[in-house]
């Protein structure tokens, strides 16, 4: 595929990934067409001069409409909650959304579909010597979260999409972090550090990704992917733990370290998901959520080094970037 000049139609762009990719995009000489719903803040998206078209996944001709003389598609848009009683919602957006963004991709011709999906649908083993490769099965309780659940159907609805001639690469990024992550999501941990609101430190450990890397990933996939083939975005595998550490340095804050039990943290979270009248409120993090964060899950990224130029950035860099857009955009004083 050509890389000059390409149009690319783009869903999610609005989004903290999806800004990171429009970013690369736009650097890279793309014209984007970023399709983002009715309510959608774009006030982040705007500056970037890309033609927005406002619209919902659910309305097949609306997507077609807008699709047209798109070259590439890259489909950000997704739902990323992990309560069962959301599933209508994970259908909604991911399998159905999905499936009408691979429609509209087929009908208008579109050579190349770049999908992001999630390591949550990669199998992967507990502990600090374990990292997971794309071809890990997917087990044990992970394999049964809705969220996961949910893009593991819209992978393969994608990946069928080479049956009508078009080629398809799949993106699972890890635990991404760094610039435009307005709607808080790891950003979420240096805001609490910030405060000194850190509600509890989980025990486990997790694989972090640089946002602005996964942004040129997805850029890079549109020319260097191999259609048909998954590529893990992991970078630095790091213990929660000490992620907070590196956060209150980057800040020059100290903070409170919580003194919770993790193990009844957990428990309550499954209480006021399963039995809301009799236990009111919403959990700090998703039930689901917090039996990840208690283990040490980490993923490899050497296929996606090799074959999408992508790179690896220690996790003091990816603070240091999203503490910076922070400061730069007023959400934290840069005293």
């Given at each position: 595929?050509?890389?000059?000049?390409?149009?690319?139609?783009?869903?999610?762009?609005?989004?903290?990934?999806?800004?990171?990719?429009?970013n690369a995009l736009v650097k890279a000489g793309h014209k984007v067409i970023a399709f983002v719903r009715p309510s959608s803040n774009i006030s982040y998206l705007e500056p970037f001069g890309v033609d927005i078209v406002?619209?919902?996944?659910?309305?097949?001709?609306?997507?077609?409409?807008?699709?047209?003389?798109?070259?590439?598609?890259?489909?950000?848009?997704?739902?990323?909650?992990?309560?069962?009683?959301?599933?209508?919602?994970?259908?909604?957006?991911?399998?159905?959304?999905?499936?009408?963004?691979?429609?509209?991709?087929?009908?208008?011709?579109?050579?190349?579909?770049?999908?992001?999906?999630?390591?949550?649908?990669i199998g992967a083993m507990e502990g600090e010597n374990n990292s997971s490769s794309e071809d890990a099965p997917l087990e044990g309780f992970r394999a049964k979260n809705p969220y996961g659940v949910s893009k593991q159907?819209?992978?393969?609805?994608?990946?069928?999409?080479?049956?009508?001639?078009?080629?398809?690469?799949?993106?699972?990024?890890?635990?991404?972090?760094?610039a435009f992550d307005y709607s808080m999501q790891w950003g979420r941990m240096v805001m609490a550090v910030h405060h000194n609101q850190v509600p509890f430190i989980p025990p486990g450990g997790g694989s972090f990704c640089?946002?602005?890397?996964?942004?040129?990933?997805?850029?890079?996939?549109?020319?260097?992917?191999?259609?048909?083939?998954?590529?893990?975005?992991?970078?630095?595998?790091?213990?929660?733990?000490?992620?907070?550490?590196?956060?209150?340095?980057?800040?020059?804050?100290?903070?409170?370290?919580?003194?919770?039990?993790?193990?009844?943290?957990?428990?309550?979270?499954?209480?006021?998901?399963?039995?809301?009248?009799?236990?009111?409120?919403?959990?700090?993090?998703?039930?689901?959520?917090?039996?990840?964060?208690?283990?040490?899950?980490?993923?490899?990224?050497?296929?996606?080094?090799?074959?999408?130029?992508?790179?690896?950035?220690?996790?003091?860099?990816?603070?240091?970037?999203?503490?910076?857009?922070?400061?730069?955009?007023?959400?934290?004083?840069?005293?």
């Amino acid at each position: 595929m050509n890389a000059n000049g390409m149009t690319v139609f783009m869903t999610g762009a609005n989004g903290f990934v999806g800004l990171n990719v429009v970013n690369a995009l736009v650097k890279a000489g793309h014209k984007v067409i970023a399709f983002v719903r009715p309510s959608s803040n774009i006030s982040y998206l705007e500056p970037f001069g890309v033609d927005i078209v406002r619209g919902e996944l659910s309305d097949l001709e609306a997507v077609k409409a807008a699709m047209r003389g798109a070259q590439a598609v890259i489909h950000t848009a997704g739902n990323t909650s992990c309560e069962k009683r959301d599933w209508p919602l994970l259908e909604e957006v991911n399998v159905r959304g999905t499936r009408n963004v691979v429609e509209a991709a087929i009908a208008n011709g579109v050579s190349r579909i770049v999908y992001t999906s999630t390591t949550s649908t990669i199998g992967a083993m507990e502990g600090e010597n374990n990292s997971s490769s794309e071809d890990a099965p997917l087990e044990g309780f992970r394999a049964k979260n809705p969220y996961g659940v949910s893009k593991q159907i819209a992978e393969k609805i994608v990946l069928d999409a080479q049956k009508h001639g078009v080629e398809c690469i799949i993106l699972n990024p890890a635990e991404v972090l760094g610039a435009f992550d307005y709607s808080m999501q790891w950003g979420r941990m240096v805001m609490a550090v910030h405060h000194n609101q850190v509600p509890f430190i989980p025990p486990g450990g997790g694989s972090f990704c640089c946002a602005a890397e996964v942004g040129r990933a997805h850029a890079n996939a549109l020319t260097q992917g191999r259609s048909g083939e998954r590529y893990i975005l992991g970078g630095d595998n790091v213990r929660y733990e000490h992620f907070l550490k590196i956060i209150a340095k980057t800040l020059g804050k100290a903070f409170d370290a919580p003194k919770v039990n993790y193990g009844w943290l957990y428990f309550k979270s499954v209480l006021q998901e399963k039995f809301p009248s009799l236990f009111p409120g919403k959990p700090v993090v998703e039930s689901y959520r917090m039996r990840v964060f208690g283990g040490t899950y980490y993923f490899g990224s050497a296929k996606a080094e090799r074959e999408l130029s992508y790179k690896t950035v220690p996790v003091e860099q990816m603070v240091s970037n999203c503490v910076q857009w922070y400061q730069h955009h007023g959400f934290i004083s840069s005293n």
